[in-house]
Antibody
Framework: EVHLVESGGGLAQPGGSLRLSCAASTFTFSSYWMSWVRQAPGKGLEWVANIKEDGSEKYYVDSVKGRFTISRDNAKNSLYLQMNSLRAEDTAVYYC?????????WGQGTLVTVSS | DIVMSQSPDSLAVSLGERATINCKSSQSVLNSSNNKNSLAWFQQKPGQPPKLLVYWASTRESGVPDRFSGSGSGTDFTLTISSLQAEDVAAYYCYQFYSIPNTFGQGTKLEIK
């Protein structure tokens, strides 16, 4: 069974930074695109970013371009999301997901709260 | 950006009855390279991450009960639950992975009547 575990969430001030991590196990991490998806409290799902198997291609939703950076370390089976210049509207549960014909496996998510 | 519009926003169906959720994309998500629609459906229960039900518009994910089925092509898609069970109470989302940014529908909340 594919296992994805997010960490790094918490409380950040507006304008602050956080780095999310997603630890992958029980599959060949380096063979898959990976994505971040977020869900604001009581709201729907929003795709945030994805990254190619080797990290050579990265794509973002417009609302986070220039502020968030997706990256991966295939040697550590880990996915990251560096979030800078955080805004109140970035408050959400952030999920990492394996990108196969959609998003076939998801982690449990990590909550990011941006508030002063 | 491709806008995904689901209908209805909420739905109440009796146990054992059919539930139908519609999803319309603002442009075609038919991938000409494989002649497949880049459309997936997810189920999300409170406090849980989404669960993939259907991908390529009509391929059921392994382990998903066969009462769930997806259909449609181009811009119009449907998720059907043939005989509603109590455990199907959840929010359902369609999702296009045809183009960047990938986008979700706003969700449909399914309840028991």
């Amino acid at each position: 069974e594919v296992h994805l575990v997010e960490s790094g969430g918490g409380l950040a001030q507006p304008g602050g930074s956080l780095r999310l991590s997603c630890a992958a196990s029980t599959f060949t991490f380096s063979s898959y695109w990976m994505s971040w998806v977020r869900q604001a409290p009581g709201k729907g799902l929003e795709w945030v970013a994805n990254i190619k198997e080797d990290g050579s291609e990265k794509y973002y939703v417009d609302s986070v371009k220039g502020r968030f950076t997706i990256s991966r370390d295939n040697a550590k089976n880990s996915l990251y999301l560096q979030m800078n210049s955080l805004r109140a509207e970035d408050t959400a549960v952030y999920y990492c997901a394996r990108s196969v014909a959609g998003l076939d496996y998801w982690g449990q998510g990590t909550l990011v709260t941006v508030s002063s | 950006d491709i806008v995904m519009s689901q209908s209805p926003d909420s739905l109440a169906v009796s146990l054992g009855e059919r539930a139908t959720i519609n999803c319309k994309s603002s442009q075609s998500v038919l991938n000409s390279s494989n002649n497949k629609n880049s459309l997936a459906w997810f189920q999300q229960k409170p406090g849980q991450p989404p669960k993939l039900l259907v991908y390529w518009a009509s391929t059921r994910e392994s382990g998903v009960p066969d009462r769930f089925s997806g259909s449609g092509s181009g811009t119009d898609f449907t998720l059907t639950i043939s005989s509603l069970q109590a455990e199907d109470v959840a929010a359902y989302y369609c999702y296009q992975f045809y183009s960047i940014p990938n986008t979700f529908g706003q969700g449909t909340k399914l309840e028991i009547k």
